[in-house]
């Protein structure tokens, strides 16, 4: 099995142009995973992309019912765990970690913040790509790009418009 690599974006609150941006920029991923806040902006991702796209539905949301809070998404045995991340505000690093525990992944992906974030804790990846839109961390638009290499995720590399 080769090398793949998974796009992360949270956060596009209908920024068309951004997510334009993002997929030309960004290296080739055989799926993107979207945090949610404009989940439905998954389907134009998914239109410029080429690939499928697995979003949750975030706190902006609102009328996004067929979407899941929380799913999780296997990549070559890798299984990725995604929320927005909205639905905690105290010890929200712990219960991500719990939750990639108790879903038995090896990363946890979440939004809200608009700000990145990448920290490894109990074997468990926790990302944040930022808001490909509106960034809270002075940068221009932010997403991630995860790699998986013999059912193993090696890393995540975090990237700026």
């Given amino acids: 099995m ?15 142009y ?3 941006c ?25 239109a410029y992309a080429g690939v499928p796209v697995y ?12 979407k899941p809070d929380c799913r999780d998404v296997a990549v070559d045995g890798v ?3 995604v929320i927005h991340g909205h639905q905690w505000y105290d010890n929200r690093l712990k219960k991500l970690i719990e939750l990639g525990k108790n879903h038995q992944a090896s990363l946890v992906v979440f939004g809200h913040t608009h700000c990145q974030m ?6 468990i990846l926790i990302v944040n790509p930022g808001s490909i839109s509106l960034p809270r961390d002075g940068k221009t638009g932010t997403y991630a790009v995860g790699t998986i ?4 995720l090696v890393g995540v590399q975090l990237y700026e418009l």
């Fill in 2 to 16: 080769s090398q793949r690599r998974i796009g992360i974006v949270s956060d596009s609150h209908g920024c068309v």
């Fill in 18 to 20: 951004n997510i334009e």
């Fill in 22 to 46: 993002m997929v030309k920029k960004a290296p080739e991923v055989v799926c993107w995973i979207h945090a949610g806040d404009y989940c439905e902006d998954a389907e134009i991702l998914a």
């Fill in 55 to 66: 979003s949750v539905r975030g706190n902006n949301d609102l009328y996004a019912y067929q």
């Fill in 79 to 81: 299984i990725i765990t």
């Fill in 118 to 123: 990448l920290e490894k804790r109990e074997k």
């Fill in 149 to 152: 290499d013999n059912s193993t």
